[in-house]
């Protein structure tokens, strides 16, 4: 082949690779969103974990006392000791049912734009938290308004971030991207003059695309967490971030993973090839 030739077929591959890559950033990402956002069990499964925790019990209870302190205003005397207590009560198992209830709320908001606030009920175990608070800050309990515990607002109306476009898109995207990319891949490696070259070139464009990928895990916080005002529902957001992206890193290391392998092989072949007698020297 012509040196002319060769470069031809270079700038060739390394298009096709670069559309390869794209696409394979496509299906990573969205292949996560289908699994982890818009599967509602992982979902709620997730942020249940999230809201045991004690930062977040420290959050939760801030904004419950809140409600309360705006029913009784004397209680603001005893708002800090108060705040610690509901922080023990949100950690007992009689919560679980709530903490459930709660991320199953924060899931329709995020997955459908719902903009109304979000809003839990823990009429269900009312004698059990009040019976609680009781026990650890006498006198409170007889001060609790009737009816306090039927709607109890965790997130203020119209803040939640709203996903529901890329969630939209997620179950036909990843399958659509990831069909294109493995169809581009077999297309290269079978019609470049080196095959080896080709699949070192296809293995080089999914290790890019897993590197992109940890790098957008990296530096996506602030997009899209910037916008949530709420400083009780930023601050979840911002656990729940954490949790959530630890899944996409796990899951983008393989692509990365699968990428350095197929480079491997590829480079090895391509060495193979090179180092091999032409049928005109044989």
Partial sequence: MTKRGS?????????????????????????????????????????????????????MAERIVEELVED???????????????????????M????????????????????????????????????????????????????????????????????????????????LAATLAIILSVVLIALVPVRAAGLLAVGLALAAAGVIGLATAAGARAPLLDDVSDPALRALADLAYESLSQSFIAQTLWLVVCGVFLAGAGAVWLAFVRSAPSPASA
């Fill in 7 to 59: 470069a031809q077929w270079l700038a060739v591959t390394a298009v096709v690779a670069a559309v390869i890559a794209l696409l394979a950033v496509v299906a990573n990402a969205s292949l996560w969103l289908d699994r982890q956002i818009v599967d509602g069990d992982a979902f709620t499964g997730t942020m249940t974990a999230v809201l045991v925790t004690e930062e977040a019990r420290q959050v």
């Fill in 72 to 94: 009784v205003p004397a209680l603001i005397l005893i708002r800090n000791p108060l705040v610690d207590v509901v922080a023990s009560i949100l950690a007992s198992p009689i």
């Fill in 96 to 175: 679980e049912p709530a903490h459930a209830a709660l991320a199953s709320e924060l899931h329709h908001r995020v997955t459908t734009g719902d903009p109304s606030a979000v809003v839990v009920t823990l009429v269900e175990v009312e004698e059990a938290v009040i019976g609680l608070l009781a026990e650890f800050v006498p006198g409170v309990a007889e001060l609790i308004p009737d009816g306090f515990f039927t709607a109890i607002e965790v997130v203020e109306a119209g803040v939640a971030p709203s996903y529901a476009a890329a969630v939209g898109a997620a179950p036909w995207l990843w399958p």
